[in-house]
């Protein structure tokens, strides 16, 4: 699987749009991007996924760019409870759901 | 709540005693996962089974380590002769196999240990 670079942390205020990057360089044709974050205490939690085109779910919008060789995960509006690890991974997609590669990711804090 | 439950949340040991965790999957769910997080780092795959079959193990899983999910629900991971090093948060996550390309995985709230 492709290996991904997040920042290590980000602040966003209550209410505005969290943006967070993610660069997959050296993404395969057949990789696609996936995106969970942890609250603290938790285990992991699914948000979104895509291939090529822009996905957009009730949690988030996922912005992959023209040539995949980076996404941007968009929480519209975040609030207190966004405040969370946010891992960006890439694998292929297959019928046999492969274990997960989790990098550090970004610690995003959601600031009142 | 995911629907994945984890016996014990929390199990503190000493050194060189042997511990086991438990974890209940989604009910429907065929495909079941282990994972090992240390502070400040992602998760890390362990192992993983499709019903009762254990499919992959990382090179993580040393020899002190086994998991079994004998009737394909439930599963168990012990380690035996604990190391301070295996103290870590033991996530179980499950996700159901089917026709479709893709089932996301669903974690539970994890076992932390703690080895003195």
């Known amino acids: 699987d492709a290996k991904t670079t997040q920042p290590p942390s980000m602040d966003c205020a209550e209410g505005r749009a969290a943006n967070l990057p993610c660069n997959h360089s050296?993404?395969?044709?057949?990789?696609?991007v996936y995106w969970y974050r942890q609250i603290h205490s938790q285990g992991p939690q699914y948000i979104i996924h895509?291939?090529?085109n822009n996905e957009t779910n009730e949690m988030a919008s996922l912005i992959i760019t023209e040539d995949r060789k980076s996404s941007t995960l968009i929480l519209p509006h975040a609030t207190l409870r966004d405040t969370a690890v946010y891992y960006c991974?890439?694998?292929?997609?297959?019928?046999?759901?492969?274990?997960?590669?989790f990098g550090k990711g970004t610690r995003l804090s959601v600031i009142a | 709540d995911t629907g994945v439950s984890q016996d014990p949340r929390h199990k503190i040991t000493k050194r060189g005693q042997n511990v086991t965790f438990r974890c209940d999957p989604i009910?429907?769910?065929?495909?079941l996962y282990w994972y090992r997080q240390t502070l400040g780092q992602g998760p890390e795959f362990l192992t993983y089974?499709?019903?009762?079959?254990?499919?992959?193990k990382s090179r993580l899983l040393s020899d002190r380590f086994s998991a079994e999910r004998p009737k394909g629900s439930f599963s168990t991971l012990e380690i035996q002769r604990t190391e301070q090093g295996d103290s870590a948060m033991y996530l179980c996550?499950?996700?159901?196999?089917?026709?479709?390309?893709?089932?996301?995985?669903?974690f539970g709230p994890g076992t932390r240990l703690t080895v003195l």
């Open positions: 991974i890439v694998r292929v997609e297959s019928p046999g759901n492969t274990p997960l590669v």
């Open positions: 009910s429907e769910h065929n495909r």
């Open positions: 089974f499709q019903n009762e079959a254990q499919l992959e």
């Open positions: 996550a499950s996700s159901l196999r089917g026709v479709s390309s893709y089932n996301e995985q669903f």
């Open positions: 050296t993404i395969s044709g057949n990789e696609y």
């Open positions: 895509g291939l090529k």
